[in-house]
T-cell receptor, first 112, second 115 residues
Framework: SQQGEEDPQALSIQEGENATMNCSYK?????LQWYRQNSGRGLVHLIL?????REKHSGRLRVTLDTSKKSSSLLITASRAADTASYFC????????????FGKGITLSVRP | ETGVTQTPRHLVMGMTNKKSLKCEQH?????MYWYKQSAKKPLELMFV???????ENNSVPSRFSPECPNSSHLFLHLHTLQPEDSALYLC??????????????FGPGTRLLVL
């Protein structure tokens, strides 16, 4: 399967702490994306990192990509209760008929 | 708001009913997608349309019938569904087919319950 696998499946932290979520994948990719989903809602795009990039920042988000290990991490700094959501990584694997493939997601709970 | 709207937001239907889900995007995109999201399972891609042409049918049962009359509108026609089809159905759009998948913009979804 080409889908990314997130780790851990669930994460509970205190407000103000940092949250680190990981994603591993199996095939070569063009890019890797992180999405967020609030309960019962649609997914919202957070950040896209291309295969030739190693790190990207967006506000309190920091994403790293290690293509040699086929893994990515999403760091949310100074977490807030509003960050409580499910987070998904999606990989765009190289090859014919490429499409975004999503993992099962990580449930993040930030306690006030 | 992401610029992608879906109606209805909630739908309850019997197995013999026929209903349709509607998706509209206001982003000028050329690609539109239907996904199925069930509890504890990865997001499942169902159909892809590029420039109104269907380019992906991910082995979806024929009781799901998509329609894309133009680049801004996407429908999913439902008939004789099964209880296991109960899920959140998400529509998404993106710029268009360039061989590389760019950012997708999702609608809020339709929560479907099949009785």
């Amino acid at each position: 399967s080409q889908q990314g696998e997130e780790d851990p499946q669930a994460l509970s932290i205190q407000e103000g702490e940092n949250a680190t979520m990981n994603c591993s994948y199996k095939t070569s990719i063009n890019n890797l994306q992180w999405y967020r989903q609030n309960s019962g809602r649609g997914l919202v795009h957070l950040i896209l990192i291309r295969s030739n990039e190693r790190e990207k920042h967006s506000g309190r988000l920091r994403v790293t990509l290690d293509t040699s290990k086929k893994s990515s991490s999403l760091l949310i700094t100074a977490s807030r209760a509003a960050d409580t959501a499910s987070y998904f990584c999606a990989t765009d694997w190289t090859g014919a008929n490429s499409k975004l493939t999503f993992g099962k997601g990580i449930t993040l709970s930030v306690r006030p | 708001e992401t610029g992608v709207t879906q109606t209805p937001r909630h739908l309850v239907m019997g197995m013999t009913n026929k209903k349709s889900l509607k998706c509209e995007q206001h982003l000028g995109h050329n690609a539109m997608y239907w996904y199925k999201q069930s509890a504890k399972k990865p997001l499942e891609l169902m159909f892809v349309y590029n420039f109104k042409e269907q380019t992906e049918n991910n082995s979806v049962p024929s009781r799901f019938s998509p329609e894309c009359p133009n680049s801004s509108h996407l429908f999913l026609h439902l008939h004789t569904l099964q209880p296991e089809d109960s899920a959140l159905y998400l529509c998404a759009s993106s710029q268009g087919s360039s061989g590389v998948q760019e950012t997708q913009y999702f609608g809020p979804g339709t929560r479907l319950l099949v009785l």
